[in-house]
């Protein structure tokens, strides 16, 4: 059975997108048939379409939109590598970045000026992100002089802005309703604020475990002991935050939610606001996810949370990533709530084709 579909770098990602209705036709539900054509589960994934990494074995699932005020209903989709599972339970905010981009490309949305809003409802998350898609002389395109840290290449400028992103899977932004937390472990007692802005995160104080912010991806991927101790962490976090179940473990609760990072004072304040490095699905992400971007922002909003003394996000942050300096800006309503958090990004179609799922 062959299945139409779209291969698409979205920020530091790459994702396969899949029109909803050519997915739901090929007479495989959705998990069986997007595990087959990824080629899981196995950890090379060499018999699919999987780049086996967790950044390169995603999914968007897209279809123009019913809804009132929105153009596409977007369902992200993270794929198992080693493991025979799909999980629906969050969204990529780097696979949200072609969602606009390709709904311009493919008709569903016509051009309207030198820029197209495009306004997508993630149905993970139940959020609505704001997609402006560069559309010069009112036409599509898939070109770009755009340039973002952790891709070599440029592209067409997106800038996504993540409309009212607190309580995205707990419905608070903070899901115990304090700024901080104390989670316990073998490397004893690291203050944390549990956060759900876009995507739930346990966001660590990282000099309390020894953790300073600049760590190397490929150091902490290979020192097991530390991202066991990590893990349980998380573990701790999830039951805290509603997640999981009491008595939750490392081995039991979900792989994608919530995320873990962890913050420090930068080694440069003239340079950037915060050191943050991220797990995804396990390992160190190479930049930062777009999601944990907007959780960052979201726990740094907070009185009293785990931000680095003196950080204003009413003047932009600027985060230290493993590939670079990430700014993001964001809105917040007369309260003091973020309305929004817009990160820029780029996009760009890579091939089209059809996928075998026999």
């Not at 539900?29 to 060499?46: E, F, H, K, M, N």
């Not at 929105?70 to 799909?86: L, M, N, P, S």
């Not at 899901?175 to 937390?181: K, S, V």
């Not at 909003?301 to 670079?324: E, F, K, M, N, Q």
């Amino acid at each position: 059975m062959q299945i139409p579909a779209v291969l698409m770098r979205g920020g530091t990602s790459k994702c396969w997108v899949f029109d909803e209705r050519d997915l739901d036709r090929c007479g495989l539900d959705r998990d069986t048939a997007l595990l087959r054509v990824y080629g899981s589960p196995d950890p090379r994934q060499i018999d699919g379409v999987g780049g086996a990494t967790s950044t390169t074995s995603k999914a968007a699932v897209v279809a123009p939109s019913g809804r009132d005020g929105i153009d596409v209903d977007y369902t992200f989709a993270q794929i198992g590598i080693a493991e025979g599972k799909v999980d629906w339970s969050n969204n990529c905010g780097n696979c949200s970045s072609v969602v606009g981009l390709h709904a311009v490309q493919q008709g569903w949305v016509a051009p309207r000026g030198e820029v197209t809003r495009v306004v997508v409802y993630n149905t993970n998350t139940g959020k609505t992100i704001l997609q402006d898609v560069p559309t010069p002389d009112r036409r599509p395109t898939n070109a770009g002089d755009a340039m973002i840290i952790g891709v070599p290449f440029p592209g067409p400028r997106i800038e996504l802005g993540f409309v009212d992103p607190s309580g995205a899977v707990t419905g608070r932004l903070l899901p115990t309703g304090r700024p901080q937390e104390k989670l316990t472990g073998r490397r004893g007692t690291v203050r944390a604020t549990l956060v759900d802005a876009a995507n739930p995160m346990a966001l660590l104080w990282g000099p309390d475990i020894g953790l300073s912010g600049t760590e190397d991806p490929a150091a902490v991927d290979a020192d097991a002991e530390l991202l066991a101790d990590l893990a349980e962490y998380r573990a701790q976090a999830s039951e805290l935050m509603g997640i999981a179940p009491e008595a939750a473990s490392a081995d039991t609760v979900s792989r994608a939610i919530p995320k873990l990072a962890w913050i420090a004072p930068a080694p440069d304040p003239a340079v950037a606001d915060a050191a943050v490095r991220m797990l995804s699905m396990g390992r160190t992400h190479p930049a930062l996810a777009i999601t944990g971007l907007v959780a960052v922002t979201g726990a740094c909003s907070v009185p009293g949370s785990v931000a680095p003394p003196g950080t204003d996000v009413s003047a932009g942050l600027r985060i230290l990533s493993p590939s670079g300096v990430i700014g993001v800006r964001s809105e917040t309503n007369p309260d003091g709530s973020l309305s929004a958090v817009f990160v820029e990004r780029t996009a760009r179609r890579i091939a089209t084709a059809e996928l075998e799922a026999s």
